[in-house]
Each structure stands twice: as C-alpha cells, then as structure tokens.
C-alpha cells in the first residue's frame, strides 16, 4: 500500500469516524470469506457499516481528530480489526451476538465499544450492550414516566364523576317519597280548616227566622 493509499484509508476511516457517535472494535480474525460476507449482510440489514482496516491507520485517524477522547480505545488495536459504524448503539452487539449464535463460534471478538464518549473494553460486555437503552427508548420511557401521573389523575376524575352520578341518582330516589308526603298534606287539612264555616252560615238563617215570628203578632194586633 503506498502513502496515498494509506492517506486515502485515514482520510475515509475520519470522515466515518467524525459521522458516529458509536463505533465497535471487532476481532475477525479466523473468519472465512464466506463468514465476512454474511456479517457484512448482517450489517446492512440494520444500516451498521462495516470497515476493515489496519490498526495502524484506525489509531492515526483517530488521534488525527481527538487522541485524548479516544485513548481508551488504542489498546484493542490488535490482531485484525473490523470496524462497526451505527447510529443505534445496540445495532452492533445485536448482530455480533445473532451472528454467533448461527454460526456457533466466538468470533467476531468484541475488543471495544465506544458509545457516545463512553468506552466499553473486552468480549465480557457483549451482553450488556445488547440491552444498552437507546435514545428513542430512553425518551419513550420518560414520557411513560410523565404521562404515569395525569393518567392517574383523569382515572379519579372519572371516578369521581361516576361516584357523583350516583349520589346524585340517590338523592333523587331519596327525595321522592318526602315529595308524594307533601302532596297528599293539604289534601287532608283541607276538610279541617273548612268545619268553622259551617255554623256561620246557619246563623245568618237563624236570624232571618226571627223577624218573622216577631212580626206574626204584630198583625194580629
């Protein structure tokens, strides 16, 4: 490979690099053409790229951009290394994982992992990455945690509605029966209140009888 082409490869492999906030180091090491084709399908199907490149170059494009931001991964430069770009940081470890169980091996290796500024060293973190929470989770879960609080809210508002209802349906039910007792009331005083009446107008009668049997003698005279 001459200078150009080494020049070539940095260049690339910063622009990559620059692009993602994850990137894993892997180990393909003992892998077949055949095996390096089907995870590179793997990879494609889930949007992760994947690089080959010489260790070399990889520690030269990154100390090119930031040495001290990746220093913690220049110790998993070794042996053959195969480079996963990804949006998603779990993508890689899902794969990595998937494409072991099928070809029930141990390779790819993961030497590193570096998620948006964090490094993750050795093959031991393989199954934690695979449950790393993703961005898109990690809003999801706090807007389940927001929305907890008003959900809870509305459910005893619309108890407090139906329990209302019910009170309500109660004191109608309740009411009724004192409504039908105040309408048969004055039904019944009315015959009580109106017994007074009875001898003031047979006294009147009365009164008109007398002259009369005054004046029977005066016409005799």
């Given at each position: 490979?001459?200078?150009?082409?080494?020049?070539?490869?940095?260049?690339?492999?910063?622009?990559?690099?620059?692009?993602?906030?994850?990137?894993?180091?892997?180990?393909?090491?003992?892998?077949?053409?055949?095996?390096?084709?089907?995870?590179?399908?793997?990879?494609?199907?889930?949007?992760v790229?994947?690089?080959?490149?010489?260790?070399?170059?990889?520690?030269?494009?990154?100390?090119?951009?930031?040495?001290?931001?990746?220093?913690?991964?220049?110790?998993?430069?070794?042996?053959?290394?195969?480079?996963?770009?990804?949006?998603?940081?779990?993508?890689?470890?899902?794969?990595?994982?998937?494409?072991?169980?099928?070809s029930?091996?141990?390779?790819?290796?993961?030497?590193?992992?570096?998620?948006?500024?964090?490094?993750?060293?050795?093959?031991?973190?393989?199954?934690?990455?695979?449950?790393?929470?993703?961005?898109?989770?990690?809003?999801?879960?706090?807007i389940?945690?927001?929305?907890?609080?008003?959900?809870?809210v509305?459910?005893?508002?619309?108890?407090?509605?139906?329990?209302?209802?019910?009170?309500?349906?109660?004191?109608?039910?309740?009411?009724?029966?004192?409504?039908?007792?105040?309408?048969?009331?004055?039904?019944?005083?009315?015959?009580?209140?109106?017994?007074?009446?009875?001898?003031e107008?047979?006294?009147?009668?009365?009164?008109?009888?007398?002259?009369?049997?005054?004046?029977?003698?005066?016409?005799?005279a």
């Open positions: 490979m001459t200078k150009q082409e080494k020049n070539d490869v940095i260049e690339v492999l910063k622009g990559k690099f620059s692009q993602y906030n994850n990137f894993y180091i892997t180990d393909t090491e003992s892998l077949t053409v055949a095996q390096v084709t089907t995870l590179r399908s793997h990879c494609y199907d889930r949007q790229e994947m690089k080959v490149a010489k260790n070399t170059l990889i520690r030269k494009a990154l100390e090119s951009l930031d040495a001290e931001k990746y220093s913690g991964v220049y110790d998993s430069l070794h042996n053959v290394t195969a480079l996963l770009f990804s949006e998603n940081p779990k993508d890689p470890a899902m794969i990595l994982s998937s494409f072991r169980k099928e029930k091996g141990e390779k790819p290796e993961l030497k590193a992992a570096f998620i948006n500024g964090d490094v993750f060293v050795g093959d031991n973190q393989l199954i934690a990455l695979t449950k790393i929470k993703t961005k898109n989770e990690l809003i999801g879960e706090v389940g945690l927001l929305q907890a609080p008003i959900q809870r509305l459910g005893a508002l619309q108890n407090k509605d139906a329990a209302a209802e019910v009170v309500a349906e109660v004191a109608v039910e309740q009411a009724a029966p004192a409504a039908s007792v105040e309408e048969v009331a004055p039904v019944v005083e009315a015959p009580v209140a109106e017994a007074p009446a009875a001898p107008a047979a006294a009147p009668e009365a009164a008109a009888e007398t002259p009369t049997a005054e004046a029977t003698p005066e016409a005799e």
